[in-house]
Structures are given as C-alpha cells and as structure tokens.
C-alpha cells in the first residue's frame, strides 16, 4: 500500500514536539520522544537524526535552529487538516497546482520547479 496510515503513538505527535521547543537537549528530545516511537510503531527505517551537529548545529544554535524549523511548521496556515480533496492526496494537489501555475509561467519544467 504506497499511502499507508502512520501510527502516532501516546506522547509522539506534532503537539508533543511543540512542548519541547526551547529545551537544551531539544534534538537529542525529539529523537528519543518523537521519532523512536514513530519508528517503533511503524517500522521505519532512515530517519533523520535531529541531534546532528553537522546539519543543525550544536548548543544554542541547534536549540534555535529546531525551535524555529517546530514553529515553521505550526503555523496556522500549514494546518491542513480540515481539508479534504478528491482521494486524499492534499500535498499532491497542491504540487499539480503549483506546477500548473508557477512553473509554466517561468518557463520552468517541473524538475526545475
């Protein structure tokens, strides 16, 4: 099934990564809280490491770097979740529309989008 369901488990949510927002081992917190129990429940494999110095920093500048990228993605804006669209597929109708009315208006294709 190229669509299936992902399971969140109790405590592993997007709310739950909101409350870490600004702790000192913030990364090393949302591997541990969040994505551990992501891919217990779901079998995953090839997570990022959010406690890479070399792609979020290290100390303070992780901290900030994390926390800002959380409220990035809580934006009221992003909160797609009362929307409903033909077969469920949101990002993939936003992607066609994107495509059908800003890349052919740069005279871009779509690998250059």
Excluded at 42 to 47: G, P, V
Excluded at 82 to 109: C, P, Q, S, V, W
């Amino acid at each position: 099934m190229p669509f299936a369901p992902i399971t969140v488990s109790e405590g592993a949510s997007f709310r739950d990564m909101v409350a870490l927002k600004g702790k000192p081992d913030l990364g090393d917190q949302i591997n541990k809280k969040i994505i551990s129990p992501l891919v217990s429940a779901n079998r995953l494999s090839d997570m990022p490491d959010f406690n890479d110095s070399i792609k979020f920093g290290s100390g303070k500048e992780q901290v900030d770097r994390l926390s800002n990228l959380i409220a990035i993605f809580g934006n009221p804006a992003l909160d797609f979740s009362k929307n409903h669209t033909e077969g469920g597929d949101i990002l993939g109708d936003a992607y066609e529309y994107l495509m059908r009315h800003f890349a052919t208006e740069g005279g871009k294709n779509k690998g250059q989008f």
